[in-house]
């Protein structure tokens, strides 16, 4: 989403305060620079529903790696609890206990920071390299464009899954980051096709031949000019990566290859499975818990993603900086691009 | 063009030999070395080292011997031959259990796909034309709900109540194996009952995202200009929403649709697990679990050269499907 036509009015009014830049403290230009990118943005996240009850849920899964954290909870082991309690059946063990005693809150818990760091750490990598790859494929064009082209041909011809599975026995990662990593280790080839397809067509808008003709350096133009008109598909990518390792990683602990010392939601979820949650009525929410978990940790995303697209949609900024009342019903409408 | 169709075709060769060449890598790279265990494991059981060389070289195409690259080169042309050589845990060729387990991963890949895009075409195509209704809030927000949802929690869930609670489907195989004669209709039935839950859990979870996707695209194309004239045209209605709108918004969605088969192919390995189906996903796994490494790596490649495939004919058909894009790179899928 490149910015178009509607939000040339706000910036043609704002042209006055930059251009009195010089004049301006080092306070106003902070509170500037905060009213501009967190002030504004915030207050049109805040106002979309999505966003709200996404931060709101993203927000209780970071308290409770807190707790897990802070060691608030008790850590699971067996025996500590009577076996096979059912949900919300004692208040001690709110999430019931396994057939073996163990605490099902308290192995969900303590979980919990791992996964997050995994999330973190996959979508950080897979955004981060396609934004580099991407954006240098598609600015410098020629000999640069079709190494890295290939290269990343290269990594999309791979199925993600067998590919993951068999690093995973190979290099047995251990360290979140690490898993985070290698979850999403060909993910962001995909994501590097379409960013390169949309520099080349911001490539020739006519700021960057202007940046171009005055001399600015490659690396500045791609932060400055570039980057920038990539960022609203690029963080909601970064939600759809994300959403992606909390999948993928959980379904790998729930096939067994990927190694563990403390059980994670998904080897909880297949402990339960080969223990026959399925079959044994009592056992069901044994399985089930930790399937909520993953649900709401990936619905958080998905709501985040969905309203952090409207904090990026121009038409919908325009408004908040009163000028145009008049896009405001036009402006309603989300593009819901970039999911698969 | 032709230059064009010759280089796409010069890369999916590019592409499948680099592919072969990353397996034989991770052949050796993978814990232990090449074969040090089953090798310990043969000598152990008394036999001649050169008998085990023998068989280790049976086993991968490898002779654990001979320097890199003859290994490479063996591997290499072995494998351009079909022979990807002998499972271990079998003691069969990995391309005949391979072909015996493709056709079901294939069945459940292709049929959810075709589902899923069908059903999220439909529900887009209306939620577009009732903007704002809510029919299409109700909609959105149970597509973005869906979406939260990984399919192989969809898949227990299902597993849970329609087979082990209410015994309405079977939970595990791709057939009632007392039924012989593969050609009746008793056994068509089998297997679409037996392929109902996995093709479900991978049909569901899917169709809010299309749904959303071609929610978009028809908003933007009911936008467009020459929707208005040809309802100044006094076009039906009918002619309109199939001929102008619908195509236009489907075709983005066509590249998304073979890549997403390759995709999924992948993703099988989790849902046959669940659901006990022996096809290419489960074989892997096993294969995993058993340390049977050529038969690792012999299903790997296959599942890449599928994917490899796909992407290629999206490729090369998109051009012809949207006549807008016609030129040299431009019609690349991705």
Do not use: C
Not at chain 1, 106 to 128: E, F, K, N, R
């Amino acid at each position: 989403m490149k910015h178009t036509e509607s939000d040339a009015p706000a910036e043609g009014l704002d042209w006055q305060s930059e251009s009195s830049g010089a004049n301006m403290t080092r306070g106003d230009r902070l509170r500037e620079f905060y009213e501009r990118s967190i002030y504004e943005p915030g207050v049109v996240a805040w106002s979309d529903m999505r966003t709200r009850l996404g931060l709101l849920l993203l927000g209780v899964y970071v308290a409770v790696a807190l707790v897990a954290v802070l060691g608030l909870w008790r850590a699971p082991s067996s025996s500590q609890a009577p076996r096979l309690l059912g949900m919300f059946e004692n208040w001690a063990y709110p999430l019931g206990t396994t057939n073996s005693g163990v605490d099902l809150a308290a192995s969900i818990i303590h979980a919990t920071p791992d996964v997050l760091l995994m999330v973190l750490a996959g979508g950080v990598w897979a955004t981060g390299v396609a934004v580099i790859v991407g954006t240098l494929a598609g600015y410098k064009g020629g000999t640069v464009d079709t190494v890295l082209m290939s290269i990343s041909d290269f990594f999309m011809a791979i199925p993600g899954l067998p590919l993951v599975i068999i690093l995973a026995i190979t290099f047995s990662p251990e360290n979140p980051i690490f898993v985070g990593v290698i979850l999403t280790i060909n993910y962001w080839a995909g994501l590097g096709r379409s960013l390169r397809s949309q520099v080349l067509t911001i490539r020739e808008d006519s700021y960057v031949e202007a940046s171009r003709t005055m001399g600015t350096s490659t690396v500045r133009i791609l932060w400055k000019d570039v980057i920038p008109n990539l960022m609203p598909y690029v963080t909601v990518n970064f939600v759809f990566a994300a959403r992606y390792t909390i999948f993928a990683s959980v379904g790998l602990f729930f096939l067994g290859v990927l190694p563990y010392s403390d059980p994670t939601w998904g080897v909880t979820m297949s402990r339960a499975y080969e223990n026959g949650a399925l079959f044994v009525p009592a056992a069901a929410h044994w399985i089930i818990a930790p399937m909520i978990a993953v649900v709401g940790l990936s619905l958080s995303m998905i709501l985040l993603g969905q309203g952090l697209d409207r904090v990026f949609n121009p038409r919908v900024r325009t408004r908040l900086a009163g000028e145009s009342e008049s896009t405001a019903e036009e402006g309603e409408e989300t593009t819901s691009k970039g999911m698969v | 063009m032709v230059n064009y169709y010759v280089r796409r075709t010069a890369r999916v060769f590019v592409t499948i030999f680099a592919v072969m060449s990353l397996t034989f890598g991770l052949i050796r790279l993978l814990p232990g070395g090449p074969f040090t265990q089953l090798r310990v494991q043969l000598l152990r059981q008394g036999l001649p080292p050169e008998e085990v060389n023998k068989q280790i070289a049976n086993l991968q195409n490898v002779q654990p011997d001979a320097p890199l690259w003859v290994q490479y080169f063996d591997y290499m042309s072995a494998a351009l031959q079909l022979d990807l050589g002998q499972s271990i845990h079998y003691s069969r060729p990995v391309v005949d259990i391979v072909a015996r387990a493709a056709p079901w991963t294939i069945f459940i890949v292709v049929v959810s796909t075709v589902l899923m895009f069908a059903g999220g075409i439909v529900l887009g195509a209306i939620q577009a034309y009732w903007e704002g209704s809510r029919f299409d809030t109700a909609v959105s927000s149970v597509s973005i709900a869906g979406m939260s949802i990984p399919f192989y929690v969809l898949a227990i869930l299902l597993l849970l109540f329609f087979s082990y609670r209410w015994s309405l489907f079977p939970p595990s195989g791709t057939a009632d194996p007392s039924i012989e004669n593969q050609w009746s209709l008793e056994y068509v039935i089998s297997v679409i009952r037996h392929g109902a839950l996995p093709i479900l859990s991978y049909t569901i979870v899917g169709v809010g995202a299309q749904a959303l996707a071609m929610r978009g695209n028809s908003i933007q194309v009911l936008g467009e200009d020459f929707v208005e004239v040809a309802r100044l045209r006094g076009l039906s209605d009918g002619r309109i929403a199939t001929r102008y709108v619908a195509r236009n918004a489907i075709l983005p969605m066509y590249t998304g649709f073979l890549l997403l088969l390759g995709f999924r192919l992948g993703g099988t390995i989790i849902l046959e697990q669940i659901f006990n189906y022996p096809g290419l996903g489960l074989e892997l796994l096993n294969a995993v679990n058993r340390n049977d490494y050529p038969m690792m790596m012999g299903t790997f490649l296959v599942i890449t050269v599928a994917l490899v495939v796909g992407v290629y004919i999206a490729d090369l058909t998109y051009g012809k499907i949207d006549p807008r894009i016609s030129k040299g790179d431009s019609s690349e899928a991705y």
